[in-house]
């Protein structure tokens, strides 16, 4: 089959409906939500009418039943505008939806996903902990059986969707008790809001994504019914690991959507500011580093539609994942700090959207797995 790099008919109505969405109705409160750190519940909700919830689950569960390049063009274009809405976007299908969908029992698809893909509620994923961050091998968590029930203790931190007023509940993984090999055996348990023993506060003083949703999670013998785990016991760090690849894709999105964004605004810039007689943009070291930009853009984004396309026609994929996330999440960095450089002291200025992305870019270099976890996970791919 030769290679074809034309999307699709409904990829491209996707693409500019999305755009078109963001442009009209995110890009003109995101300046002011970023500026009060407030979660917008309108915008949210907006886009759950547009089908951005569950856009590759199975419309059995009320999802779009599209693939998964599809959810990351819509993720991109979203992240070309602002990264706090396209975080509560991949959160929301990666981490809240896809863990649901790909391991949960029949029950607890129909329970929760109908729901989540409708927007009526976000899902978490709790998986950092205070002292287990790119070591998640090291969390604390515990969740003891007593008769038919969980009981759940420990803390999460920094874990999107999660606050009580916008989520529905969150998957906790948690140590349930010892492998053969003496190590800790992990399982991904459910938990409902309003569950008593479970408490989530709002994080703020963020440096980037403030209009997104960021708690801490206590479970403080938190009891939940036995049928509340996902898949089987033991297989939390399994099923952690493949919510991981996934997320990768859209971490990948953000940055590559980030780099879009930070490039046009840059360019539009470079052609209006006049210096010297003449636009900025006509001097041959402006020009080059817009250049640089346009051409790193173009690789990212072949590289990160071969990852979601491996996954589509469900080959591995997780090598070309992680080398997706690493190389869109550093490039949205470089193309965000170039940007600031050509907008010069405006750059500075939050009155500049370019300010935004700046900070913005920083957490995809480590949400999702660092930049050197995604180089260790690479050179072990090959064969080091």
Not at 311 to 317: A, L
């Amino acid at each position: 089959m030769a290679l074809n790099y034309d999307l699709t008919e409904d990829q491209r109505i996707l693409r500019d409906s999305v755009r078109k969405f963001a442009e009209s109705e995110i890009k003109p409160v995101a300046r002011e939500l970023d500026e009060k750190e407030e979660f917008s519940l309108s915008t949210m909700s907006h886009m759950a009418e547009m089908g951005l919830f569950g856009v590759f689950v199975d419309p059995a569960y009320q999802g779009q039943g599209m693939d998964y390049i599809s959810y990351i063009i819509a993720t991109e274009e979203i992240a070309r505008i602002d990264g706090s809405h396209a975080a509560t976007v991949a959160a929301g299908n990666s981490l809240g939806i896809g863990p649901l969908y790909y391991f949960g029992s029949e029950e607890q698809k129909k329970k929760f996903l109908p729901k989540l893909c409708q927007g009526k509620g976000l899902w978490g994923f709790g998986l950092t902990e205070p002292n287990a961050g790119s070591d998640a091998g090291g969390s604390k968590t515990t969740a003891v059986l007593d008769g038919n029930e969980w009981v759940i203790n420990g803390s999460k931190i920094f874990i999107t969707n999660a606050a009580a007023d916008i989520s529905m509940g969150v998957t906790v993984q948690a140590i349930t008790g010892k492998r053969p090999d003496g190590r800790p055996e992990y399982s991904c348990i459910l938990v409902e809001h309003g569950t008593p023993g479970f408490e989530a506060k709002e994080m703020h003083g963020k440096l980037m994504w403030r209009s997104s949703n960021t708690a801490e999670l206590y479970f403080e013998d938190c009891r939940v019914p036995r049928e509340n785990i996902l898949g089987k016991q033991g297989d939390g760090f399994h099923q952690m690991l493949a919510t991981l690849d996934g997320g990768r894709l859209s971490i990948g999105a953000m940055g590559l959507g980030c780099a879009q964004g930070a490039y046009e605004l840059a360019l539009a810039y470079a052609q209006e500011r006049e210096q010297f007689g003449q636009p900025i943009c006509k001097f041959q070291a402006v020009a080059f580093k817009l250049a640089d930009m346009a051409m790193e853009i173009e690789a990212a984004r072949n590289m990160l539609y071969k990852a979601c396309w491996l996954k589509d026609e469900k080959r591995p994929f997780g090598k070309v994942a992680a080398m997706g996330k690493l190389y869109c999440s550093e490039l949205a960095s470089r193309t965000a700090n170039q940007a600031v450089q050509i907008h010069g002291g405006y750059g500075l200025m939050k009155e500049y959207d370019v300010e935004r992305f700046f900070r913005d870019a920083k957490l995809l270099e480590i949400g999702e797995g660092t930049s050197e976890v995604q180089r260790i996970v690479i050179s072990r791919q090959i064969g080091c």
